[in-house]
């Protein structure tokens, strides 16, 4: 399958860019689609070329999808056909995985904390690694996954990402070579280091620390007559929304200096679990215009989806992550708007000073770009509200 891309907004910064990789198909599928919103559109080949952009500029790295973000049956499918694989965090996504008829033995569960039953159902489909920052987890681990690859999951430096992920999971130095050791003396095979810089970083260097970090821990594990034989350099990958963006070339020049650099010797298998950075790009939301008003001089714009079923992300990020948007009317004079959604909560905006056509109406539609990822899946009936359907270009749309 091949789009082609349009750029709306040209090059700016270098190793950084201010594009927006909408393609022709899939905004043309938006614009022309009939059926009921809210409804997500996937371009499929979008996240095949994402894929071929992440093989291209990290050879030799297994891409592990981070399947949490867009667990959708043919994303999924796209992700196997393109030639990566998944990590997972709970069994109900393997089980989601295993009934799309996809093979799971090279799945890895980098949940640190799993529930028991998860790691039993998980260890009888053939899975064998896994993560942990704990000896609560360790001990866990030894009893439901007897032999298992286990992989410690550091701490990262506080480099501030736009959508947080840090904070909870992670162990220091000290506390990772104490609870590799353990590992090994609870039968376990204490065999990799993972970490997650935080998603949608927007710094290269961060994944440069990180990895220096891990450098330092393979040392003094060694020390410890470990060698580790898989690196995860985990998620964060950033998806293009409203501004700059570094360049995915510029992250994985970082990233592959600091692992040619830094490394005390080479690890078998360095891996990388993208899961905004592979789909976000990807999809976007379709929403109808239900109501418009002016409030103390403020013109509001009602959508029928809103932070509770889909647009989560607006809520968690203080409506700071940007979501380009574009809208049915495509008028030459805008307005300034605040796009909220059909909720009763006042929590529900999704974005402040939007410009979209300031003639529009109930009825008309909106277009959230850069769509694709932590959406559906977050989406609940809140208020009695539909969560979107999930469309894919080419099997669900005749253009
Ligand atoms: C363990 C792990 N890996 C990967 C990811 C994907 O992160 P991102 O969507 O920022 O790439 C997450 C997201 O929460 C995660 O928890």
């Excluded at 997500?40 to 095949?48: E, Q, T």
């Excluded at 070339?249 to 692992?259: E, G, K, M, Q, V």
Aim: proline share 6%; glycine share 8%; with cysteine.
């Amino acid at each position: 399958m091949i789009s082609s891309f349009i750029t709306i907004t040209p090059m700016t910064t270098p190793g950084r860019e201010k594009t927006r990789p909408t393609t022709t198909s899939l905004l043309s599928a938006a614009r022309s689609a009939e059926h009921a919103t809210p409804f997500l559109v996937m371009d499929l080949a979008a996240v095949d070329e994402q894929i071929r952009q992440f093989r291209e500029l990290l050879p030799n790295v297994f891409i592990h999808y981070a399947m949490k973000c867009n667990p959708e049956p043919r994303v999924l499918q796209q992700v196997v056909a393109s030639g990566a694989t998944f990590e997972i965090a709970s069994l109900a996504e393997l089980r989601t995985l295993l009934h799309a008829g996809i093979p799971v033995d090279d799945v890895i569960f980098s949940n640190p904390v799993k529930i028991a039953e998860h790691i039993d159902g998980a260890y009888a489909a053939g899975v064998r690694t896994f993560a942990f920052d704990s000896l609560a987890e360790l001990d866990k681990l030894a009893c439901h996954a007897p032999g298992a690859q286990v992989y410690v999951r550091l701490r990262t430096l506080d480099i501030n990402s736009v959508v947080p992920s840090e904070g909870k999971f992670g162990v220091d130095l000290d506390e990772a070579v104490e609870l590799m050791v353990r590992a090994r003396s609870l039968g376990l095979v204490p065999s990799g280091i993972g970490f997650h810089v935080g998603s949608q970083m927007m710094d290269p260097y961060s994944w440069t620390v990180a990895i220096i970090q891990s450098a330092t821990l393979m040392r003094r594990l060694e020390r410890e007559g470990i060698r580790i034989t898989m690196l995860d350099l985990g998620g964060g990958f950033p998806a293009r929304y409203e501004g700059e963006t570094p360049h995915l070339a510029a992250i994985a020049d970082a990233i592959r200096t600091a692992l040619a650099d830094d490394l005390p010797y080479p690890v078998d298998r360095i891996v990388i679990e993208p899961g905004r950075g592979l789909v976000a790009d990807a999809g976007i939301m379709v929403a109808t215009v239900i109501g418009t008003a002016v409030r103390a001089g403020t013109s509001w714009l009602h959508l029928d989806v809103g932070a509770f079923n889909g647009m989560m992300e607006s809520l968690e990020t203080r409506n700071t992550l940007r979501f380009p948007m574009t809208d049915s009317k495509s008028s030459p004079g805008t307005r300034s708007w605040h796009v909220t959604g059909p909720t009763c909560d006042s929590q529900d905006t999704l974005l402040l000073d939007v410009d979209l056509s300031a003639d529009l109406v109930p009825g008309d539609r909106v277009f959230i770009h850069t769509a694709g990822a932590y959406t559906t899946c977050y989406a609940s009936t809140f208020n009695g509200f539909d969560r979107p359907q999930t469309y894919c270009l080419d099997a669900d749309f005749e253009l």
